[in-house]
């Protein structure tokens, strides 16, 4: 497997005027700080590490790319993996900064691991899916994997020892799986699917139940997110959507519908701190929503990719959002509160 190493420094200090693109939205300025061009094809799935150290990119190419996010702070760097037979659909960090899951176009799941003089290498395949995957989630507690494919079904892989096991089939929907998601709590986990519904599972003794299904969608369902708990969910989709639902008592119910994108919605993604929530669609665009009371208000589009925005993802420190396009590149947006009450912020 061929390695090969990247590195880049990110300026992180506090600023409320920047050089290039800078946006403002209620209480946040963005500022959109590097554009990595390195993958050839679109990229599909981006994720952050737990520290925001380390950032995960997987794409068309067959590559999956580590980046070092603080390369100015800290001397390490990570290149990007050497490329597979198939194209990468998904990417999730176990938590941390030294295990991840890449879900392939040709039905595995690879899990890497960080080993000697800091090379990144293969630990295990699954190859439980009969198609591709594309949706890989971890648990919050670090023992349980969600994969979602394009043979309709979700399996549980739960860590024994050194090793994943596959511990459960999950069977239902009727299309492809295209996303899934873990609850806060580790109770629920969500999946969207081509068959336009979103499905509740719930965590009852050693197993997954399914509890609900949720049909408010008019196409297929690209992407679900939790908004940190368990009653709190967002949904994207090919009908030009975002549904935010809310559990009350025992039901999810359809609570507001976000329909200012004009083109799909591919992906959705939370906040750590839960009053953002970011979007990408096949628009190109980017669209920035905050919570004032009980609804979701739309802040702010960017608008710099040129293709559509396949992937989306928050930071775990609120410093930074990266995103993914079939422009074939990744952006990484700096997030800042403002110095002293400034009221707007310009492009210089």
Do not use: C
Request: net charge negative.
């Amino acid at each position: 497997m061929k390695i090969f190493i990247k590195k880049f420094a990110m300026n992180v200090g506090l600023t409320v005027a920047f050089l290039g693109s800078t946006h403002y939205m209620q209480g946040m300025v963005v500022h959109l700080d590097k554009t990595l061009t390195e993958h050839t094809r679109r990229v599909n799935s981006v994720a952050f590490s737990d520290d925001a150290t380390l950032l995960a990119s997987g794409s068309l190419d067959t590559y999956t790319r580590i980046w070092n996010m603080y390369g100015d702070q800290q001397e390490r760097s990570y290149g990007f993996i050497g490329s597979t037979d198939w194209w990468v659909n998904s990417t999730a960090f176990l938590g941390d900064t030294t295990t991840l899951a890449s879900g392939l176009g040709d039905g595995r799941i690879v899990i890497l691991r960080l080993g000697e003089n800091n090379r990144w290498v293969e630990r295990q395949a699954f190859t439980g899916h009969t198609s591709q995957v594309n949706s890989v989630a971890f648990s919050g507690d670090k023992t349980t994997l969600a994969s979602g494919s394009d043979d309709m079904t979700i399996k549980i892989w739960q860590l024994e020892g050194d090793g994943w096991v596959e511990r459960q089939r999950l069977t239902g929907h009727t299309g492809q799986v295209n996303s899934v998601a873990f609850s806060g709590d580790m109770t629920t986990l969500a999946s969207g699917s081509d068959d336009m519904t979103i499905k509740i599972w719930r965590l009852e003794g050693d197993g997954w139940v399914e509890r609900q299904t949720l049909t408010g969608h008019t196409d297929r369902v690209n992407s679900v997110a939790f908004l940190g708990d368990k009653t709190t969910l967002a949904s994207g989709s090919d009908d030009m959507t975002i549904k935010i639902w809310q559990l009350e008592g025992d039901e999810w119910v359809e609570r507001q519908a976000l329909t200012e994108h004009t083109g799909p919605v591919n992906a959705v993604a939370f906040s750590g701190d839960m009053t953002t929530l970011a979007s990408g669609s096949d628009d190109m665009t980017i669209k920035i929503w905050q919570l004032e009371g009980d609804e979701w208000v739309e802040r702010q589009t960017l608008t710099e990719h040129t293709g559509p925005v396949n992937a989306v993802a928050f930071s775990g420190d609120m410093t930074m959002l990266a995103s993914g396009s079939d422009d074939a590149t990744i952006k990484i947006w700096q997030l800042h509160m403002p110095i002293g009450g400034v009221k707007s912020v310009h492009s210089i």
